[in-house]
T-cell receptor
């Protein structure tokens, strides 16, 4: 069974641009969650999607958005990029919504550099 | 807001030593995850537990819900165990739409041969 796939692996963008990252979950998994990892803040929860609906959202500005498609694939978008958005963006999938009985499976991440 | 604290931040040990990493959190949770991250970024979920103790190979995770504390133990440590270990707390479901994981800052573990 293929794991969680994130594309692209690396991305370099300029301040003010926007970026779209993609996450394909493990086949059969319906929940996709997104995380930002920086050296200063560590891992932080961005949002979680289940059945094409955003169920949870972390404390990030509205420039960060996402969506989930009917095949459970998910995209996240960051508009008007800032230098501080440089980070490793990770997605994780689980069979059902991230709960105590639903293990997470992480992708290898997309490393975004904003110059 | 849930605060998750991990200790130690950095740990260097000799091969074969018994390793303990601690995690404490401030509010009630429904589950706690222990994650392993190797250089390059990939994260592997080691354990998810809501009570008691779990064991997988040389790894043992325990949680004390009353004391809001969890530990990850590695027995007979090996250089391949060198990684960052991160605990993450899943809040009690509140239905408020902000129920995502809260992460500790991670413990950088180096096992020297």
């Amino acid at each position: 069974k293929a794991g969680v796939t994130q594309t692209p692996r690396y991305l370099i963008k300029t301040r003010g641009q926007q970026v779209t990252l993609s996450c394909s979950p493990i086949s059969g998994h319906r929940s996709v969650s997104w995380y930002q990892q920086t050296p200063g803040q560590g891992l932080q929860f961005l949002f979680e999607y289940f059945s094409e609906t955003q169920r949870n959202k972390g404390n990030f500005p509205g420039r960060f958005s996402g969506r989930q498609f009917s095949n459970s694939r998910s995209e996240m978008n960051v508009s008007t990029l800032e230098l501080g958005d440089s980070a490793l963006y990770l997605c994780a999938s689980s069979l059902v919504m991230s709960r105590w009985d639903s293990p997470l499976h992480f992708g290898n991440g997309t490393r975004l550099t904003v110059t | 807001k849930n605060e998750v604290e991990q200790s130690p931040q950095n740990l260097t040990a000799q091969e074969g030593e018994f390793i303990t990493i601690n995690c404490s959190y401030s509010v009630g949770i429904s589950a706690l995850h222990w994650l392993q991250q190797h250089p390059g970024g990939g994260i592997v979920s080691l354990f998810m537990l809501s009570s008691g103790k779990k064991k997988h190979g040389r790894l043992i995770a325990t949680i004390n819900i009353q004391e809001k504390h969890s530990s990850l133990h590695i027995t007979a440590s090996h250089p391949r165990d060198s990684a960052v270990y991160i605990c993450a707390a899943h809040p009690m479901y509140s239905g408020g739409g902000a129920d995502g994981l809260t992460f500790g800052k991670g413990t950088h573990l180096i096992i020297q041969p």
